[in-house]
């Protein structure tokens, strides 16, 4: 079973890629970011609490997401192939959580990070929320979880670096070459 970590900034491509690698290699997908936005459009009281975090660029508490990741594994088919991990971990404490959550359940992840220079980040963001109408792609939000992102979320690749599973990758390109340079990552780490 193969476990991937699509990391990367807001904007740079994991969605994008997670559909390629979906389709390349039979992988499940779980966008942490679709599972909120799912609680949310349900109305629940804990929708409530989400979107009043992820309105303003917050991130969701890490209790609250590892529940949400430990019922998704447990209930994982038999026959999968494994899971594309888009948006989480998004804090070294929830990765030093997943990483035992994977170990209870005898799985391993490496993570892709997909590096893309910031004014990028943000053209492409102001260009999907033109299209998507999502509320978080508005040029303050987007700087704000860009912010985010480097504060509390980019020091999780130093985590997987030092654990042996980390691959960085120049999402700068056209999707096709991003996903040249996954390809040949995804079945290198396939193989061992």
């Known amino acids: 079973m193969l476990n991937i970590i699509l990391f990367g900034a807001p904007g740079s491509g994991k969605g994008t890629q997670s559909e390629l690698l ?6 499940q997908h779980l966008s942490t970011g679709e599972v909120l936005r799912a609680e949310i459009a349900k109305g629940t009281e804990l929708g409530k609490q989400i979107d ?3 309105s303003v660029g917050n991130l969701v508490p890490d209790e609250m997401m590892l529940h949400l990741i430990e019922n998704y594994i447990a209930n994982q088919p038999k026959h999968s192939k494994g899971t594309i991990f888009d948006g ?3 804090t070294v404490p929830q990765a030093v959580a997943f990483t035992a959550l994977l170990k209870k359940y005898h799985m391993d992840a490496i993570m892709i990070d997909l590096m893309v220079d910031e004014q990028l980040l943000i053209q492409r963001l102001i260009e999907r929320g033109k299209v998507s109408g999502r509320a978080d792609d508005t040029l303050n939000t987007i700087r704000h979880r860009i912010a985010v992102y480097h504060d509390q979320t980019e020091p999780i690749a130093h985590y997987y670096l030092r654990h042996g ?3 960085a990758v120049n999402g700068n390109y056209e999707m096709k070459d991003v996903f040249l340079q996954i390809k040949r990552i995804v079945d290198r780490e396939g193989k061992k």
């Open 88 to 90: 989480f971990p998004r």
């Open 52 to 54: 009043a975090l992820i």
């Open 165 to 167: 599973n980390y691959f």
């Open 22 to 27: 979906v389709n390349h290699y039979g992988l």
